[in-house]
T-cell receptor
């Protein structure tokens, strides 16, 4: 399967613990995006990364949230000291180089459903 | 705050009919527009992208873009019960670094 991969698919954490979500982009894609979907709300952009660079983090909460996309390995979204309001579906998307003509065409992974108890 | 607005629905159509979904966007700097389909409990699936004014057809789907009116639509011909899902409209931000999503329109196709 050459699609976007995310793990874990479901994650349960108690308040105050750390949540670590992983995303491997589609083969050949070098752009990674993280979105959050709260119940009854739309998808909200969080952060856009390329290898070893954060390009746009305008949608990331200022505290407790961080993201990285190292030279080797998957992209990681880290949430420290989780609170109940962090319970949501977190989706990763990837896109090819824009020179392909498919400007910002993003393909989504299956998501990680985070539940904070 | 840049926004994408959609009628939440539900939009109900009989099998075989044409379903028409609409959205408007506020950022005049947006250049790329997308329609995603999301089944309950699943991830968004890209079904159409459009960048130029006019129509773009792909199978039973036709996307329409009018940049002057800041309006995007999706027509689904010969609707099937399997088309029942939430349809998300998205526009890129002016910098091209993110997609701004509407809250989605729920489509129900009855057999």
């Amino acid at each position: 399967n050459a699609g976007v991969m995310q793990n874990p698919r479901h994650l349960v954490r108690r308040r105050g613990q750390e949540a670590r979500l992983r995303c491997s982009p589609m083969k050949g894609h070098s752009h990674v995006y993280w979105y959050r979907q709260l119940p009854e709300e739309g998808l909200k952009f969080m952060v856009y990364l390329q290898k070893e660079n954060i390009i746009d983090e305008s949608g990331m909460p200022k505290e407790r949230f961080s993201a990285e996309f190292p030279k080797e390995g998957p992209s990681i979204l880290r949430i420290q000291q989780v609170v109940r309001g962090d319970s949501a579906a977190y989706f990763c998307a990837s896109s090819p180089e824009w020179t392909s003509g498919a400007y910002n065409e993003q393909f989504f992974g299956p998501g990680t459903r985070l539940t904070v108890l | 705050q840049k926004e994408v607005e959609q009628n939440s629905g539900p939009l109900s159509v009989p099998e075989g009919a044409i379903a028409s979904l609409n959205c408007t966007y506020s950022d005049r700097g947006s250049q790329s527009f997308f329609w995603y389909r999301q089944y309950s409990g699943k991830s968004p699936e890209l079904i159409m992208s459009i960048y130029s004014n006019g129509d773009k057809e792909d199978g039973r789907f036709t996307a329409q873009l009018n940049k002057a009116s800041q309006y995007v639509s999706l027509l689904i011909r010969d609707s099937q019960p399997s088309d029942s899902a939430t349809y998300l409209c998205a526009a890129d931000n002016q910098a091209g670094t993110a997609l701004i999503f509407g809250k989605g329109t729920t489509l129900s196709v009855s057999s």
